[in-house]
């Protein structure tokens, strides 16, 4: 809870240092480029995903009978299942896109979400809006959606874990606020987020299988800096 309540504060310092580093080169770099990409912005943001994912479509070997509540705890060789993901998660991403309309940007996003289970690369296709460009502070809104892929370890690979990704939906809303005359600005959203997963545990000499599909439900609050 120490480490919840400080990285409100870090991360802030870090952005508006960074944000300023940013829109200096932008501004420099503005001048040479040709005009569409000079037109492109960029978001990006950090935060946290709370709440739990859900198991569905599970197919265990029906040779065992493991008390699957118990797997997390390590009692059984396979100490692969989830159990409840009830933790706060660490998100990154990074949006470019290109402005549409002057309150709509659509583009690309690429992330990093880090779950105590899997370590997820979301990319995906997003829509940003701000209602009231020309405020200092707006309301914003964004959906992205595309894929997940996940970073499989060297212990998934020697005991034969086949890890995939799946969809990804992220709906969010929050404020945008104007800190310079160039088009820099600090946000924060809060939103809904959709990620899904699983993994196949093949063993066909220790006549063990087992495969998982998951649905991680989280509720996403970040902080970023835009430009």
Do not use: C
Request: charged letters at 20%; hydrophobic letters at 35%.
């Amino acid at each position: 809870m120490k480490n919840l309540k400080i990285f409100p504060a870090i991360l802030l310092a870090v952005l508006l240092l960074t944000e300023k580093s940013f829109a200096q080169n932008q501004s420099q770099a503005t001048k040479s480029k040709p005009e569409f990409w000079s037109k492109l912005v960029h978001n990006t943001e950090m935060g946290f995903l709370l709440g739990e994912q859900a198991a569905i479509n599970n197919n265990y070997n029906p040779i065992y009978s493991y008390d699957m509540s118990k797997m997390a705890s390590s009692i059984y060789p396979y100490p692969y299942y989830y159990g409840d993901d009830r933790y706060s998660n660490f998100t990154f991403q990074h949006f470019t896109g290109y402005p549409v309309h002057k309150a709509i940007n659509m583009g690309l996003t690429a992330g990093f979400d880090y779950y105590r289970s899997n370590i997820i690369t979301p990319v995906s296709v997003s829509v940003k809006s701000t209602l009231v460009p020309s405020k200092r502070i707006s309301p914003i809104g964004s959906l992205d959606v595309g894929y997940g892929f996940i970073w499989k370890s060297e212990a998934d690979k020697v005991n034969n874990i086949d890890k995939y990704g799946g969809l990804m939906i992220n709906p969010s809303a929050g404020f945008r606020i104007k800190v310079g005359n160039d088009g820099s600005n600090l946000n924060i959203n809060v939103g809904y987020k959709l990620q899904q997963s699983g993994f196949e545990n093949n063993r066909p000499d220790e006549k063990f299988y087992l495969t998982e599909k998951r649905s991680f439900n989280r509720l996403s609050i970040r902080l970023g800096f835009g430009f």
